[in-house]
């Protein structure tokens, strides 16, 4: 993947534009595959890039400003996750797996580009999911996830939540 970004310095405490656009990277390398073995398959994805915020890559970490003057840098991540799918018939299938999202972000950086407010440095989970079929179109889908999250002046410690997601999807 690879893009470019294109943006304007804004001030805050100004509530202005301060002057020339800056042009950015956003690139990524990922490799992803599954293994196939009976009922079981393992599925795997790895990536590495940089300004990958609006592709749901770095933690939502783009730019990493020194000063708000000055042109900023991309924030470089790597990441991924692993899983093992189980099918267990015809319309029930089963998950758990493991990822995590790491950017090379240092924590003055985070503090800088978010003036000092909340910035988030690392997040990994570990989930299990649960997939009924319902029919060859419709989908139905149950997901339990833990997630740490490291944070920069987040309430002054970083944060673990439990969380429950449901899905429905419609194959065309």
Not at 62 to 81: H, L, M, N, P, S
Not at 120 to 147: C, K, M, P, S
Request: proline share 1%.
């Amino acid at each position: 993947q690879y893009g470019r970004d294109k943006s304007r310095r804004y001030d805050a405490d100004e509530e202005a534009f301060l002057g020339k656009s800056d042009e950015y990277d956003s690139d990524m390398v990922m490799l992803a595959g599954s293994i196939p073995f009976g009922k079981f398959t393992l599925c795997g994805q790895l990536f590495a890039g940089e300004n990958l915020g609006d592709v749901q890559g770095g933690v939502g970490n783009k730019i990493a400003f020194r000063d708000r003057y000055g042109k900023g840098r991309e924030v470089t991540t790597v990441g991924g996750f692993v899983d093992l799918n189980y099918q267990l018939n015809d319309v029930w299938s089963f998950a758990a797996g493991y990822g995590f999202d790491n950017p090379e972000v240092h924590n003055s950086d985070v503090e800088i580009q978010t003036r000092g407010r909340e910035g988030t440095t690392f997040n990994d989970r570990v989930y299990i999911d649960a997939f009924y079929q319902w029919n060859d179109n419709l989908h139905f889908g149950l997901e339990y996830a833990y997630l740490t999250t490291d944070y920069v002046r987040a309430y002054g410690e970083d944060n673990d939540s439990h969380r429950f997601q449901f899905t429905v999807y419609y194959d065309f």
